[in-house]
């Protein structure tokens, strides 16, 4: 079952979200996930756009407003597989109150943000990832914010799932998407994905240098301790960390809810309910 | 009409509601008519806390203002209704605590003490003053004893001693015998419900099979919050509060993508946070359904206070042209019936649908028929769709067909301008297309209305008003024959139609705000003339308020 | 009136924004009058960029659609441009290029081909195709060619080796002689200015003594801050790129009650994101200024497009009832006054004051008379106060004298109801003082308001129109005399004594909506009668348009 | 120069507000604050009423919106000193993003959030400081979000200062205030602040117990180190810390930008800018 759509991206040439969209189409191939139970849902932004060039459900929402569409879609639809796509301005900067509440809810969810560190659709202003220093379309003098990191932030969130990998790397991309869409519970990647036009600072060849994968390099690493994941995340101007990041396997929001650990699933529930009953209370 | 008004005056956290809730639903139960209302500040100890309640032999849906008994609890709130007494009121108070005094008020008044502290003392349980209090109003009115021993039970329940004590103190309050007048009530054996705006709103969200309710808090609108939380457990609903307003209108957004009936409640401030989430709505075709518990503006206002404010910007809500359904009860009884169609609406158009409560209708107790439950207004309008499922195929109605994720077609929705399939397009064809097909709803929209209550049209003057201003409109119209009136609880869109029928009369809105925007909406779709006048300090219209305002204008 | 249109086409990241711009300035400085537009998609690379220039020797402030010379650097995208192809349109590719032909088109056309590839890698800049094209057109209008040849030294200043080459490019265009007939225009010395809406409003913003933005970006609205960035270092100006538009609005109400005048951009769906914060303006009587540019909604819609939707939006914006200015300029000169207008409408009478812009507006540029500076406009009506310094004083005017913190008074602002010192009451006969004073406002406010344009208005159809549908509509009435207009700028409020001149007369409303926005606001101030009608497939309306509907509907 | 205002707070009997505006008042006078130069900002909350309670220059403005007002009054006039006072719904929640990139700006602002785990003046729903388990007026069952860990959200986010403090520890408070105060650039607060009336949980007794301050503990903890403050912050269940949690001296937000590091009080100029010269580019 290709999740490829027939069609012609509106990226510019040389863009990562075109080898993103490979990988991802492939790795949902791979898992032979079911087409009909997946929904991907979206903000806007070059990345949010990633829906109309692939074969799926979709809701291609508000700037910055995916995670809670998605929350309420796996609320009443515990039998679909969810999955968010969006871009470090829609997630980090419009979207960081959701993003972060989000995480707290737990609900079973994959967040893969294409983080190019620059805000690619409205023509090159800094991003929340956008390093100090460089200069972009709006910050001439360069950008005077601390960047936000990503990693950190998930990870003192206590999101269930904390991952990062790169576009130029499929097996690797493979192997991080996969495992957090099968984990349950919310799962962030942070993706690194070039933006050819207007971030000429964090290029493929930047990222190809300094990324390494926390495990490849450390077999022991340990993605259940918390502290040292955070440690880790710290990491950037030399070396770049990717790969599964952070884990803790705990409840998720649907085991906890009272009513919808009994299973029900909502969105096929067609009882109405007697309300004369509830009525008689008002006599 | 006979009426009676009773007023307990105290602060909040003196147990104010308890025993006003206790009071209206004993005389409700009685055979009494009731209309009740609060007045309080935005805090949760001490401030003013006013608790009225009407009692009548036909139901009324408004308040008098100047009450005929007062039970105060404390000096401070008493004297800050001085205001609201009349010749024959009559003030009670407990003879232990510091009390208001003819110096204080400036005039006579008919005074009662009783030492109800002492006495509740006596029956065992000190903190049950109050119920000596209520032992004593509904001896009054001649209610049967079983009717407050039940409550009692019921809000005491489990706590055997309590109980008695507080029976105790009950019994003791029943025995005062006050010499106070009340007008000679008939009660007949009714099929009346006793039911506020909240739980009206509430229960016609659940009769509509609203399974999905997300909501940030904000005062009057938490209350629909509180009535679908309480009973989630029974009824399998998912409440979830939101971090903020934003994400309570997208949560609910994407609640009714996925197929089920959502619900998000909110009041005027945390509405404007949900505006781009009503475009948002109107441009994927996404039903959506909306609580808006009005309350005095701009800004945070006057949290705890009323108003019909919201009404044009409800209406003008989100950027972009596009149908949407408003509605404004009249009564809680409106807020079940309307609160169902509202469901049934936003499904069979996929557009958003706006219910417009008020801090007066939500907090205000009112006997009502039974709320018509409607099983039409339970269809979906939900298809399975297919292989070469178009999720914005064009169409006469300009309804497309509606499936949902996770059955046999694939369902695509785009914020941005879309194809038939749902895919972004820029493509200024299409985009015209698509405004039409959307635009092309209004059709059927105005086809599903009713037409607004009028009474007695051929009278010189014509009050115009919507939402729960209805109850004083009505009880000032009636009996009179200058005056007539015409009232809407839908509020848009609106059936110009109406222009027939009042054209060249004269119409004064009676609304409760400043600008007259009822006034102002009527006028934009029909061209009438519309006068109006306006209440704007926090508290709801009364059929003396409108009287004297009118007076005041010189209108009659 | 002499006029000839020629459209570039091609791609996004072709270059064409940057020759256009090139060619409009040198035919504009070599005096003829220009106006410009720009017709391109929601991506940065690839896509459709169509940018049209209009040449004239009186200004005109509208597009014409069908063009006279149509040069092409992409084949698809000039197919896409055949319905505004007519019998003598001239179209010029390059040779070496794929081309459009009579089979692809289905008529014939008039065509004219270059090797301009080859001449540019001849001039030693293989780059320079474009240049060589400008060359060619230049020289068909007689441009000199110092002209053109300064701003190829500015635009690659510091680049000799590109200069050079650039040059050389330039010369041999001028030297290909195309065989094209223009009309004979007249070009006078004048005193015009070739600003586009954005320009217009950046400048306007600077001359009121902005000093601080705040903006989250969002097309078309990002213009405005970008042009803010560019003067920053220049004037001292602040500009703050937000994480939200909520924030946005915030920091620029803090700006702005901290003394200084700050402004807000954004499109429609950052604007319903700042509803919340107008409300909090309009409460805390802090002055705010914001852009909103017009692009097609709801929701993303069409990033790229035009539109006149949101007018009922931002006149109803903010829950609660408060006076608020709004206006739409007609041109880039009027972008710049009325900028500075409001600037000073807001400091003035402290509330919001909102600058309607759209797309077309944005992105045009147009020959105009020097911008007037208003000295008066930087009046700021702040006072220094004192000990006994109230910050919402009530006074005749409604408007209460205005501190800063930092001076000699303690400022306190609150967002609930509040006193005349600015403490938060739950005083209801205080809350009715307070809506009073806000409400007072308006009637300083209308007696601000400049007379709407008028035409012809004995005519026996009345145009009515807002906003940068001026050109067009002005275009098509001028000359008829069976048509006049009454076209407004300054669209909220509307002193309603209008009624007077136009009641009886046929009047329809031309907008860029499909509802007829401001048919129906003017209708609910004035009772008048008016019809609409409406584009809204995201792009301008224009004279043909206008023709063109008006007799599809039967009105001519 | 007293900052109180004479008036009768409209919080209830017992509120931890009561002594945390004491101890706040008698802080700014002991430092010596100049009134004329202070300004306090505030959202919507039993918190935010607080302004009304002195005697100060104020801007109350709407529910989570506080840091975008007080980050503005800071750009424009520096000589400024600015307050922030806030509740745990209203900046953690409604305020959340606002909280996460005004640390990112590091301008000088102290944020004080009054934390009582809950929702107070909307009559208490579970705020995003409540803990799991605890049942509140809408979570009937107890709450199922993960918490959130201001102090770890703080340092993540790399604010230039991070304490937590207790009401019912006048020295303490002030110790911890007047640092944050006296610190330049962004400094978080959080003050443990007891609802008498909807947190029977979170009560004065409980934090009284469980609140222990770290360099008291520890007279070598050095807040410098980011790593170790992280850890310490993710305590909670025995002990709490409070004190100087974690600090790192970096240029603020005026020190960085280009147009106000040359000094400039943009609310004082008057000077009107010669437009012409402007113009004269457009001919
Ligand atoms: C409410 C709102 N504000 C602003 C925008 C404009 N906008 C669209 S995409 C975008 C930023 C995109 O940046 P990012 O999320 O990093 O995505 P990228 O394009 O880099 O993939 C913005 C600001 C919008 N569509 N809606
Ligand atoms: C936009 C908006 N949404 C909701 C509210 C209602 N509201 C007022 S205060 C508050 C929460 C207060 O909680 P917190 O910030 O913890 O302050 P506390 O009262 O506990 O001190 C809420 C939800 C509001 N005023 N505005
Ligand atoms: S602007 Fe950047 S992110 Fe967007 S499509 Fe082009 S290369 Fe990709
Ligand atoms: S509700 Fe809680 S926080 Fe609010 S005043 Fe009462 S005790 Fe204090
Ligand atoms: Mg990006
Ligand atoms: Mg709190």
């Known amino acids: 079952m290709s999740f490829l759509r027939e069609v012609d991206p509106a990226w510019c040439p040389g863009c990562g979200n075109f080898p993103l969209r490979m990988n991802l189409a492939s790795t949902l191939e791979e898992m032979g996930v079911d087409k009909s139970r997946f929904v991907m849902v979206t903000g806007i932004g070059q990345a949010a756009k990633m829906p109309h060039y692939l074969d799926v459900n979709f809701f291609n929402g508000l700037h910055g407003r995916s995670i809670p569409v998605a929350f309420a879609i796996k609320a009443v639809n515990p039998e679909l597989t969810v999955i968010v796509e969006s871009g470090d301005g829609d997630m980090y900067g419009e979207g960081g109150n959701h993003f972060i509440h989000g995480i707290r809810r737990n609900f079973d969810v994959t967040v893969l943000i294409h983080d190019n560190q620059i805000y690619g659709l409205t023509k090159g202003q800094g991003s929340p990832t956008t390093r100090k220093g460089q200069k972009t379309s709006v910050q001439l003098q360069g950008v005077i914010n601390e960047p936000l990191n990503p990693l950190a932030l998930a990870i003192t969130m206590d999101a269930s799932f904390v991952g990062r990998t790169f576009i130029g790397d499929k097996e690797h991309f493979n192997k991080v998407v996969s495992a957090a869409i099968n984990h349950k519970g919310f799962s962030v990647v942070d993706i690194m994905q070039p933006c050819v036009t207007f971030n000429k600072v964090n290029t493929f060849k930047y990222y190809k240098e300094k990324l390494y994968d926390v495990s490849e390099a450390d077999s022991s690493y340990d993605p259940t301790d918390k502290a040292n994941a955070f440690k880790r995340a710290l990491e950037w101007d030399d070396k770049i960390p990717m790969g599964i990041i952070y884990v803790n396997d705990k409840p998720t929001y649907h085991e906890l809810h009272s009513v919808l650990k009994k299973g029900v699933v909502l969105a096929k529930e067609k009882t109405a309910i007697d309300i004369s009953a509830e009525l008689k209370a008002f006599r | 009409m006979r009426d009676y008004v009773i007023a307990l005056s105290g602060e909040a956290g003196q147990g104010l509601n308890t025993i006003g809730d206790m009071l209206a639903l004993s005389l409700f139960r009685n055979g009494f008519c009731i209309f009740t209302d609060k007045s309080y500040h935005s805090r949760i100890r001490g401030g003013e806390y006013i608790y009225r309640i009407r009692v009548s032999d036909t139901p009324l849906f408004s308040m008098r203002q100047e009450f005929d008994l007062i039970v105060s609890l404390s000096k401070s709130t008493t004297l800050s209704q001085l205001e609201y007494f009349h010749d024959k009121t009559t003030l009670i108070f407990d003879s232990d605590s510091d009390h208001v005094t003819t110096e204080d008020t400036g005039f006579e008044m008919n005074v009662m003490n009783f030492p109800f502290k002492t006495i509740a003392k006596e029956a065992g349980e000190p903190r049950a003053q109050n119920v000596v209090a209520l032992g004593a109003i509904l001896a009054l009115f001649k209610v049967k004893m079983e009717i407050p021993s039940q409550l009692i039970e019921e809000v005491f329940s489990g706590k055997d001693e309590v109980i008695k004590s507080n029976l105790e ?280 209305l009713t037409a607004p209550a009028k009474f007695n049209l051929d009278a010189p003057l014509i009050l115009v008003g919507w939402g729960d201003s209805w109850g004083a409109i009505d009880e000032f119209a009636t009996g009179r024959n200058d005056v007539g009136y015409v009232h809407y609880t839908e509020v848009f869109p609106i059936d110009p139609s109406i222009r027939e029928e009042l054209e060249g009369k004269r119409l004064v809105s009676v609304e409760g705000n400043f600008t007259g925007q009822f006034a102002s909406l009527l006028r934009s779709k029909t061209g009438l003339n519309v006068e109006h006048i306006g209440r704007y300090d926090g508290r709801p219209v009364s059929a003396n308020w409108i009287q004297k305002t009118l007076e005041e204008e010189g209108i009659i």
Chains 1, 4 share one sequence.
């Open chain 2, 169 to 448: 103190a009950l019994e003791r309050g029943y025995n005062l015998e006050l010499s106070i007048d009340i007008p000679d009530f008939e009660t007949n054996e009714n099929n009346y419900y006793l039911v506020n705006g909240t739980e009206g709103t509430g229960l016609g969200a659940i009769a509509a099979g609203c399974r999905f309710l997300s909501a940030y808090p904000m005062t009057p609108g938490t209350g629909v919050m509180n009535f679908l939380v309480s009973r989630a457990e029974r009824y399998g609903i998912v409440v979830e509060q939101a971090e903020d307003e934003i994400a309570a209108v997208n949560m609910v957004i994407g609640g009714s993508f996925a197929g089920v009936r959502s619900l998000v409640t909110t009041s005027g401030g945390g509405f404007a946070l949900m505006q781009e989430g009503i475009s948002l709505a109107a441009m994927t075709e996404t039903p959506l359904v909306m609580v808006d518990a009005q309350r005095p503006a701009p800004a945070t206002g006057l949290p705890t206070r009323t108003a019909q404010e919201d009404l044009l910007f409800v209406v003008n809500a989100g950027h972009g042209e596009f149908p949407k359904y408003v509605v404004a009860p009249r009564t809680p009884k409106d807020a079940f019936e309307l609160t169902e169609k509202a469901f049934y609406i936003a499904d069979k158009y996929q557009i958003p649908a706006i219910i417009l409560l008020t801090e007066s209708l939500v907090d205000s107790s009112a006997t009502v028929e039974a709320p018509i439950h409607n099983e039409e207004f339970l269809q979906r309008f939900v298809v399975e769709g297919g292989d070469k499922y178009r999720r914005f195929e064009s169409t006469e109605t300009g309804v497309s067909p509606r499936a949902v994720p996770g059955g046999k077609a694939l369902v695509r929705v785009d914020s941005d301008e879309h194809d038939e399939e749902g895919y972004i397009t820029e493509n200024l064809k299409i985009r015209k297309m698509m405004v039409q097909k959307r635009m092309k709803k209004m059709k059927g929209l105005v086809g599903e």
